[in-house]
């Protein structure tokens, strides 16, 4: 019964076909009204146009080879033959950006980005493309990309702006991406907004007002349009604690929003911008303001270690100090001496940790005792610096970092200039005993700095003793630390990094000339071995300030050297007989005229003509009378001293 219904309505389908008309017909017809044979009917040529628009469309989004874009840019712009060859294209060439902004064929941009229209249409890959540009310096072509991709542009954009922002520091043109964004049809997402305000954060230099200014304006937008989130208003606070002007951070952080509370973080940000008020008074009061406030669900170990750090940084008051060292005392388990307790300030006051509900002090944690440390050394409590050190090192070793020890040696400096140099190469010998911490320049640094501090006291000075053994202990440690082992001289070379600090401690140790004529004449040789072995000249040295600075020093040493050696009625004295007086007649005269030699030499580091014929005849020279020098061993023969 159903099969007997369909066929008549198949049939009436196909009769309906055939009444449309084919292709066959339609060109009779047109040819009965008008005598012409069509090739083409208006529905095969409907179709043929959409191939041809699809396939142009395609031709579109596709780049030009190299050579054609060539061959367009050459008849373009009239280059000859030999320029044509000379132009390179492409993502990695820095020299086709002229040609970037002077067409606006998308299959040349396509070339020279090297990118195409599919990839336009895919808003990661366009971002990849872009960092790709930005990690080889070509900002240009990321901005020209993802001004391409329009829409698709928009996390481009953003890493555009992260690139000028961090790797760069320009925070200025950070804000023009941002605003110029809108008018290259590139939206801003949900990431925009905070990855511009905590750039603006990092900033090294504290961002202008108006900046400042245009941060808020942004912040009211995002309000207007309930759209401002709780990570988006911590970014903003960040980014005005670190303008010029943080009155716009404590405006921002005292309105009352919908769907933004103050959390742990909206705090912390506040603590940073208290820290740049400039009254003593008023900072109190807004600090002591900020505390109270916060919840016990805010309160952790991070924000009251950034309280500290914030009462640490006021470098003008030495109370404000002092309540930051009672305070991490009060937050945080340090293990101090009875007699060296920080106490709070009279006039100051901090908030214990029972206000916010807490029972048990936190424990201590590398970031307060380094904190602590460093507080004790701008606020002159070098004991308690010490004597925290000290336990800690007993205690909990593994706490200890290698910052903890510079500042460990610099409060040993502080606290007793007179025994520091010897008290701080202890240090040195012991931070070789701990696993995991590398000494590093700085260490070496530090050492020298306190044997300079020492040698500078008169107390030192003035003790023939003291003096001995302090030169002594300084030779030792740069020749074993930073000597360069010679095969010549078969013994370690003094480098000039060491030079410049062991010269300066020698003319301190000898401001009443007890350096003994034996040393003089021991570090002298040092030096000339330093010679021999070609630190010093000129085609070696990276810092010729520092060269000729040594080399005036020791100038200064031969001086005062040779002045000792200088004989009573040396016009009487017989030269050619053999004899303890010859042989120091001969080592003053060798002394003399290396000095000479060594003055003309720092005149040439002086003068901007080095590269000079005469430097390497006159270095060659020093190294002859060195080596002169050093073989006159008349006062280790002798044991001659003044």
Partial sequence: MLRNQWRPVSRNLHIFRALGGSQVKEKLRSFEHSS???????????????????????????????????????????FADKDSREIELGPTSLSDLKFMSTTRDRRMLYTILGVNGEQLRDSKLVKEDAEKFLKRGQVEKAVFLARLAKKKGAAAMNSIMEYYLHDLQYPQSAVKMYNWRKKWGIPANEYTNTILFKGLARQSQHISRATGEFITKVVNRSIERE????????????????CTDVTLAFELFDRKLKGVRRDAISYLWMLRASSRIKTDQLFNTILGGLMEGMSAKCVDSQLLFEFC????????????????????????????????????????????LSHWSLEEKYPVNKH????????????GKFE???????????????????????????????????????????VFEEMESFEGIPFSKHTLVLVYRSFEVQSSKKAVYDDDRQVERLLRSCRAFCLEQEGVFSKEAKSRIIPIESWQFFVRIVKNLNAHGKVTTYSLKMILDDFMKAICYGIFDVKHLTKTDVARSVELEIVRLLAVFTQRLDIPDIEELDTIKEGPEREIFLLRRLGIRFKNALLRHVSILQSKEQENEDVSELEWSLKQLAQKFMANQTLESHGRES
């Fill in 36 to 78: 012409i044979v069509l090739h083409k009917t208006s529905k095969e040529m409907e179709r043929l146009n959409k191939k041809k628009l699809m396939k142009l469309k395609k031709l579109r989004k596709t780049a030009y080879s190299k050579q054609q874009a060539i061959d367009i840019l050459s008849k373009k712009h009239g």
């Fill in 227 to 242: 759209e401002l989130s709780q990570i988006e208003f911590n970014a903003a606070l960040g980014a005005l604690a670190n």
């Fill in 309 to 352: 750090k914030t009462l640490a940084s006021r470098s003008g008051s030495k109370e404000t100090r002092c309540l930051a060292l009672a305070a991490l005392n009060s937050y945080f388990s340090f293990d101090l001496g009875k007699g060296l307790t920080p106490e709070v300030p009279q006039g100051l006051a901090i908030l214990p």
């Fill in 368 to 379: 307060a005792v380094g904190l602590f440390l460093r507080t004790c050394l701008q606020a």
């Fill in 384 to 426: 308690l610096g010490i004597d925290a050190f000290k336990r800690l090192k007993e205690k909990k070793r593994h706490l200890i970092d290698v910052d903890m020890f510079h500042l460990y040696m610099e409060l040993l400096m502080k606290n007793d200039p007179k025994n520091c140099g010897e008290q701080c190469l202890k």
